[in-house]
């Protein structure tokens, strides 16, 4: 099967650009999330792939086959484009079974009764939907609700199948058995797909790569573990895990070394961008489980007050402050002395931007 | 059949143009055509089939130097200013009581209080008057008790008072809707804080829905341009003239029918209600968005009134009593009865003479089949096309969305009676379609014009309910836009559709100023019969062929009821 080549789409609606001149490449097999926070375009980037969007620059081929070129008008309808959409609703149609659900694309496509049996049979079966063809979709739970909504996807062997916030109806526990084995029925079927989500958990889960959007553009593209590990943007940073970021200004600056002033302490932190100088300002951004108790004085180590302790189950929470800076970290067990701690910020884990 | 072939469904037999074109178009020819026409017509000098006709400003000079068209012009707006006062007033605290207090009996109060909106206004007119005029029957007992009788049917300050409270269920229904979006929290709060029921609705409630009253003001100050039934009824033994009542006379003013006269007083009205219309519109919108910003699952609690819930009762019950059953009761009575008056023993003069008298007038008899033809076969009819143009421009991104929006408001402008002489002069104009002129296809136009913008709002609104993804749905799995319309948004509406049926049919068969023009051989409906009898003075059958109206619409509500039909768009 052919690659899914988007180039340069850019989206304006009612003036306000929400798409920047986005790229990206999937190839058959792969799995590539649209991650970002609310606003950020990803649902329109689906959208627009979908053709339910109607870009003014940019092109989207799969394989030798244009779905859009704005630049020589061409714009395929959606219902030419072939593809399947998971719906974060779902879209089951109400007045229609389970199985008419997922018949309906095949009888668009004047398949011949047998063969339309077959298929969706076959489709049904794959998702353990057997037993439930001739419910109408209020008859169903949630999690077979979207199953349906994903048989109905790829019943017709679409190039790519796109899924909007296609786990965000599911209930947390559902959605972690969900995760896993719509991963595997992606992979089965060896189709390209692309899956919106807001969930940064979800998206290193689910997917192959993972397009970090912002503001309409990609902040930053690559595996999950390279995003989580080497963001190069304070956005990227932020958005991925849970942090504590810590204002402050920069104190000298060397190869590979940035000393972080944040009011009366230094701290030495790895430099993430060009743009930092001396005597500016700057963000130093550390992941809460990086952040340890430390048992003596020494480099990175900073005295701190405990607010509080918070048990979270299988570890401790802890909120701590100096002077106007707060700062989380975990522990396995609750401190015991004093309500001054020694906290340590490992220098390799602490990102300046 | 290759595995590639699966990918891309077969490219659509026929495109949405199809739909698209001919709907779009024909809505355009049949509500421009007749404003279009009439502004032609006010600029002659004769009728504009004539030979002579030439270019004039003779008709407005003539119109604008006649007192008589001021004098209706002031009492036109004297009327509308003073029916929305009453009715803004008494249809806020109604909507307050029903929606946010545990008055007792909801449930069918809510029923009363839409009753006098399916009511045709000319039965209500004609019920006000044999039951509270000059030998009205409430007049007498009155006159028994206290000697007099203190008020005057035919006075304008009565005919204000019976307009606003004719028109405080359209206030009602807006507020309610209002009043819905609010959760109690905000009354609570009032309440903790010590205020009394009443000071939380003037304080917090009614506040909190200025968008929903505001628009419900100018709407009825609008409909006070239109009205027609009840000043033709009660304006007319005192000569009291309004510009829709004005435009009625006109038309034997002059021995010869003065079509640029009335061509050039329709357009005075549009040029005063085309602002009203646009004025709506914009209000609708910001009492949309006013409500919508509540978000959903809205917790309504009921304020306890306590003992003072029975007062809150006496005050609805009061107002159902003078706006419904007054009239309707007086006309209801009047239709069983030789005749009434001092000293008549009423259990002495019962007769069902009337009813066997309607049978005896074939065009009367063929005046109720008619209305039942336009409401149940012309109701269908509309409904589909109102369907074909809302589908036509459902989804659609493109500026000719606004302007099918605008051309279904357009035919607001016009008062139906105005409406229905504009289709007339179209029959009469456009060769092919004479012979149709006698016709009910003639009636069931002007209806369907006159309706367009409330049988739109109607089907919109039902269209609006599909979640959009479900058609998107359809769409990426291969369904062409008129497939996905087929298939999808079709079915999905069905029951939309239904309610929309039945709602036009109400609104059909209670009409009637639109086809007063129209009236004629073949053509008759029980309201334009109504409007002429009545200028015969023939009470009796009056009465009997209200009762008849409004049994039918009884009906109609009986069957919306029991289907759980909501009455209002």
Redesign the interface.
């Known amino acids: 099967m052919p690659d899914l080549v988007v180039e340069n789409v850019a989206v304006r609606l009612g003036g306000v650009e929400i798409l920047k001149s986005v790229s990206f490449r999937a190839v058959p097999g792969e799995i590539i999330a649209l991650l970002g926070p609310s606003g950020s375009g990803k649902t329109t980037l689906l959208r627009c792939v979908a053709g339910l969007e109607r870009p003014y620059q940019g092109r989207i081929t799969i394989g030798d086959r244009t779905l859009l070129d704005a630049g020589r008008g061409i714009e395929l309808a959606a219902e030419q484009r072939g593809l399947g959409l998971v719906f974060q609703s779902y879209a089951l149609w109400p007045h229609r079974t389970v199985f008419e659900n997922v018949a309906y694309a095949l009888r668009l496509r004047r398949g011949s009764a047998a063969e339309i049996e077959r298929r969706v049979t076959e489709a049904l079966a794959r998702l353990g939907l057997s037993h439930l063809a001739q419910r109408f979709p209020h008859q169903l739970s949630g999690g077979q609700q979207q199953r349906v909504a994903i048989a109905r996807a790829f019943v017709y062997e679409p190039p790519v199948i796109l899924l909007d916030e296609p786990l965000s109806n599911l209930d947390a526990k559902l959605r972690d058995e969900a995760r896993a084995w719509l991963r595997t029925l992606i992979r089965d079927l060896g189709l390209a797909a692309l899956c919106v989500t807001h969930d940064q958990v979800e998206a290193m889960a689910l997917a192959d790569r993972v397009l970090l959007l912002n503001g309409g553009v990609v902040e930053q593209e690559g595996q999950p573990k390279a995003l989580y590990t080497d963001p190069r943007t304070l956005f990227a940073a932020e958005f991925m895990g849970i942090n504590n970021r810590l204002d402050g200004m920069i104190e000298s600056l060397a190869e590979g070394h940035a000393r972080l002033r944040i009011e009366d302490v230094t701290l030495e932190g790895e430099p993430r961008h060009d743009g930092l100088a001396t005597g500016g300002p700057a963000v130093g951004v550390i992941r809460v489980e990086h952040v340890r108790l430390a048992d003596a004085p020494g480099p990175n180590r900073v005295a701190m007050q405990l607010e509080t302790a918070m048990y979270l189950g299988e570890r401790y929470e802890l909120a701590l402050r100096r002077g106007n800076w707060h700062v989380r970290a975990y522990a396995a067990e609750p401190p015991l002395h004093g309500p001054e701690l020694l906290i340590e910020f490992p220098r390799e884990a602490l990102w300046v931007f | 059949?290759a595995?590639a072939?699966?990918?891309?469904?077969?490219?659509?037999g026929l495109g949405v143009a199809f739909l698209r074109v001919p709907a779009i178009g024909i809505a355009m020819v049949l509500v421009l055509c007749p404003i279009l026409l009439v502004v032609y017509q006010s600029f002659l000098s004769d009728p504009f089939f004539t030979p002579s006709a030439q270019f004039t400003l003779d008709a407005y000079r003539f119109v604008l130097e006649d007192p008589d068209f001021w004098r209706a012009l002031w009492t036109t707006l004297a009327l509308a200013a003073g029916m929305t006062v009453i009715a803004v007033c008494i249809g806020t605290v109604l909507a307050f009581i029903m929606v946010r207090t545990d008055v007792p009996g909801r449930s069918f109060l809510e029923i009363l209080l839409l009753v006098p909106i399916f009511t045709s206004a000319v039965v209500l007119a004609f019920g006000y008057v044999v039951a509270a005029g000059p030998v009205g029957i409430v007049s007498t007992w009155v006159k028994d008790v206290i000697g007099v009788v203190p008020w005057d049917i035919y006075s304008l300050p009565s005919l204000i008072v019976i307009a606003g409270l004719t028109h405080v269920p359209h206030v009602y229904l807006y507020t309610a809707a209002g009043l819905r979006g609010i959760g109690s929290d905000v009354e609570e709060a009032a309440r903790i804080a010590g205020a009394s029921p009443f000071r939380v609705a003037l304080a917090v409630s009614l506040p909190m829905v200025r968008p929903s009253i505001a628009f419900a003001s100018v709407l009825v100050f609008f409909l006070g341009f239109e009205l027609f039934g009840l000043p033709l009824v009660l304006g007319d033994p005192a000569q009291r003239l309004v510009l829709t009542t004005y435009l009625y006379k006109l038309t034997n003013i002059l021995g010869t029918p003065s079509y640029q006269l009335m061509a050039a007083v329709v357009v005075v009205i549009i040029l005063i209600a085309a602002p009203l219309v646009a004025l709506q519109r914009r209000l609708l919108r910001d009492a949309g968005r006013y409500v919508s910003m509540r978000g959903k699952g809205v917790r309504i609690e009921p304020l306890r009134l306590g003992a003072s819930r029975w007062l809150a009762l006496g005050v609805i019950l009061l107002w159902a009593l003078v706006t419904v059953v007054v009239p309707i009761g007086g006309i209801l009575l009047r239709s069983f009865v030789v005749s009434w008056g001092e000293g008549v023993h009423l259990l002495d003069v019962l007769t069902l003479q009337h009813y066997r008298e309607l049978l005896d007038y074939p065009n009367i008899v063929r005046g109720i089949l008619n209305t039942l033809g336009v409401g149940v076969i012309g109701g269908a009819a509309a409904v589909a096309c109102y369907t074909a143009l809302a589908l036509a421009v459902h989804r659609w991104?493109s500026k000719w969305v606004r302007v099918v929006d605008y051309l279904a408001l357009a035919p607001r402008a016009m008062p139906g009676i105005v409406a229905g002489l504009a289709i007339l002069w179209i029959f009469l104009f456009v060769k092919p379609l004479t012979p149709l002129r006698q016709t009910m296809f003639s009636v069931w136009l002007a209806y369907a014009v006159v309706w367009l913008a409330y049988g739109m709002r109607l089907v919109q609104g039902t269209l609006l309910q599909i979640?959009p993804?479900?058609e998107?749905?359809?769409?990426?799995?291969?369904?062409?836009?008129l497939?996905v319309k087929r298939?999808?948004t079709l079915?999905?509406v069905r029951n939309g559709m239904l309610a929309a049926w039945l709602l036009i049919f109400l609104i059909f068969v209670r009409e009637y100023s639109t086809g007063v023009y129209l009236l004629g051989p073949g053509t008759e409906v029980i309201g334009s019969l109504l409007v002429s009898l009545w200028g015969t003075g023939a009470v009796d059958l009056v009465s009997a062929l209200s009762v008849v109206n409004v049994a039918l619409i009884g009906l109609g509500l009986a069957v919306a009821l029991r289907l759980g039909i909501r009455l209002h768009a």
């Not at chain 2, 072939?5 to 659509?12: C, K, N, Y």
């Not at chain 2, 998107?472 to 836009?481: H, K, L, P, V």
């Open positions: 059949m595995a072939d699966w990918t891309t469904a077969p490219s659509a991104q979640g993804e479900l998107e749905a359809a769409r990426t799995t291969g369904a062409s836009d497939r298939d999808v079915p999905l």
